[in-house]
């Protein structure tokens, strides 16, 4: 089939099972992967698995259907006859030796974290999408080889080192995984990119980037130094004796995933030139960073012993998720890179963007996070009046834990306190935690019973009340408009694909009148109008005053008597009180690290 061969160190020098990976022609977007296994039981078929997902990405993303060309022979090149059992199950006939040859092509053309990416500039490869198992060898070590396709593509990964590095690029470099986990843990880079390093405590950080785009490299990796110094600061320590950022720069993409001892970032390379862009990539690479520490190390029970085979159900990602994200922020507010006022502005833009969620009221925490599987990654025209993203509302949940706790102890506990004493542990010696384990560990740094916060906030579904818990620390939410001269409430949403609505927010005027997304917008009594100067429109209208709006239902014009809502505040703010009592002071303080200017 064309399958290049030859150029591989034997088998026996290496491992028991040893993955080679080549990219002879970049173009057409084929990584070619050869597995030679040693050891087999020769009477018993053979048994390869691909994973079905990839550990942080908590979706069946199907990676067996990229799979093609599936090759078995012994080690003397006579071919074995094979099976699929099921989807992403190959089966081989007794081999009548002891060791095995499999070769597979992989269509490698989605350049997201999470997936395979080939073209003429570079290869990426996430090993839960490229790399098959034998079930119940998975906890052998692996070696792995790669073959770039020309002598200036350099490769980059957190796997170790089996060769010298000096190899000539016919031969390849080789690297080790202690087992199966660290492989699919362990993406690799290869191609033309940048690369820089730096150290802290002694141990070596490296950041490669691959693409174009308008990143200040050398300010973005001394923000890095402080993002892991200020993160090692809050742990105490740093879990691992080496880190590689992958940063791949691409047209419009956003994402991370988060590694042991690496994290892939894919961000959109043209906009790292704004303050704005720039502040949320920094953001991105401190989330992922955190996760070294917690779920990496620091992980629930679910998600001890990985089962690649199907969903792991875990149902406190609001948690493993949703303080990684409010501690992104917080980090960069410790480094020094945002500062409290920019921090409280984010907040803010959070509190907003939950509470033009409907599906807060619907859906609890705790089945946000369980239902990851079948619904975050799969969104709809119902998921924003059906669901709640365990990331946003996880993340302001624990900002008001961690306000909660530090108004109960005095200030002398915090949810920094409580991760502390889960590190301690749970993370340090990767032992699973349970959630009775969460809640006590947040109730010891609290010094008091938290299960009503859990019951309302967690398991609940009830409006979180910001106000309650930020007066202890002089602070108070404020609820804008954002024009002089608001529209009055329909409730309409568009995704910019022209006048096609792409959701209406259940109990607002138009869903009450009839109208769904799918529907496409056509004028307003009368009049054309479009999605863009839809507000400016209905601004002539008063709350209450009725409308005739005409929509496109399929193929169907069909008109639509709607009387108007009151508008709605769309801009929230975090304030500081006029006048701040010595306690609030020392709140704020301990919480920020510094005092709000005072109007």
């Not at 997902?53 to 094979?82: C, D, K, M, N």
């Not at 993160?231 to 950022?245: K, Q, S, V």
């Not at 927010?505 to 109008?529: C, H, N, Y």
Request: aromatic residues 12%; glycine residues 6%; negative net charge.
């Amino acid at each position: 089939m064309g399958i290049a061969q030859g150029g591989v160190a034997a088998p026996s020098q290496l491992s028991r099972q040893h993955f080679t990976v080549r990219m002879p022609e970049p173009a057409n977007h084929l990584l070619e992967v050869e597995l030679q296994i040693q050891e087999v039981d020769p009477e018993v078929p053979l048994q390869l698995r691909l994973p079905v997902w990839t550990p942080g990405s908590y979706l069946v993303r199907e990676y067996a259907r990229h799979v093609q060309e599936f090759q078995a022979a012994t080690e003397q090149g006579i071919p074995l006859a094979w099976r699929k059992v099921d989807k992403h199950t190959w089966e081989i006939e007794p081999p009548r030796c002891s060791a095995v040859a499999i070769r597979y092509r992989v269509y490698a053309y989605e350049l997201t974290v999470r997936t395979n990416h080939l073209d003429l500039t570079h290869a990426y490869f996430n090993g839960a999408a490229l790399f098959l198992y034998v079930p119940g060898r998975e906890r052998e070590p692996y070696t792995l080889t790669i073959i770039p396709p020309k002598p200036d593509w350099h490769v980059a990964t957190s796997l170790q080192p089996l060769r010298s590095s000096s190899e000539d690029a016919a031969s390849g470099q080789s690297f080790v995984a202690a087992d199966y986990d660290e492989l699919v843990d362990s993406p690799v880079e290869v191609g033309l990119h940048q690369l820089r390093s730096f150290a802290v405590e002694g141990i070596p950080h490296y950041f490669v980037v691959w693409g174009a785009g308008t990143l200040n490299l050398e300010q973005a990796v001394a923000d890095a130094e402080k993002i892991v110094r200020a993160t090692a600061a809050f742990f105490g320590e740093l879990p691992y004796d080496r880190y590689w950022f992958i940063v791949h720069l691409s047209a419009g993409g956003f994402g991370g995933l988060e590694h042991k001892y690496s994290a892939t970032l894919n961000y959109s390379g043209l906009e790292l030139h704004q303050p704005h862009s720039y502040r949320r990539f920094l953001a991105l690479l401190a989330h992922e960073l955190f996760h070294a520490w917690n779920v990496k190390r620091l992980r629930p029970l679910a998600l001890e012993k990985i089962n690649y085979n199907q969903e792991n159900y875990v149902d406190c990602l609001w948690f493993c998720e949703g303080a990684t994200s409010y501690y992104e922020n917080v980090i960069l507010l410790r480094a020094g890179i945002l500062s409290a006022e920019d921090f409280l502005k984010i907040l803010a833009e959070q509190i907003g963007r939950l509470q033009r969620t409907p599906g807060r009221a619907v859906q609890s925490l705790r089945e946000s996070s369980f239902d990851a599987w079948i619904k975050l990654y799969r969104p709809h025209e119902n998921s924003l009046n059906s669901q709640v993203s365990y990331y946003l509302k996880g993340a302001l949940v624990c900002w008001l834990l961690d306000l909660h706790i530090r108004h109960l102890s005095g200030g002398q506990g915090s949810l920094d306190t409580a991760l502390r004493d889960l590190w301690q542990r749970f993370g340090r010696t990767e032992k699973g935690y349970s959630n009775q384990d969460l809640q006590e560990a947040f109730e010891r740094a609290a010094g008091a019973d938290l299960s009503p916060f859990f019951a309302a906030y967690v398991d609940g579904t009830e409006e979180l009340d910001y106000n309650a818990y930020l007066h202890p620390f002089g602070l108070t939410l404020k609820v804008h408009f954002s024009r002089p001269n608001p529209p009055p409430y329909l409730g309409l949403n568009f995704n910019g694909e022209g006048n096609r609505i792409s959701a209406v927010e259940m109990g607002s005027p138009a869903q009450k009148a009839g109208i769904w997304a799918g529907d496409e917008l056509v004028a307003l009594d009368g009049f054309r109008v479009s999605a863009a100067n839809l507000p400016e429109r209905l601004a002539a209208y008063q709350p209450h005053q009725a409308i005739c709006l005409s929509v496109f239902q399929g193929d169907q014009l069909k008109h639509f008597w709607i009387p108007l809502d009151p508008p709605r505040p769309d801009v929230y703010t975090l304030e500081a009180l006029p006048e701040l009592t010595p306690a609030q002071k020392a709140l704020q303080q301990g919480w920020l690290g510094s005092l709000l200017a005072q109007e």
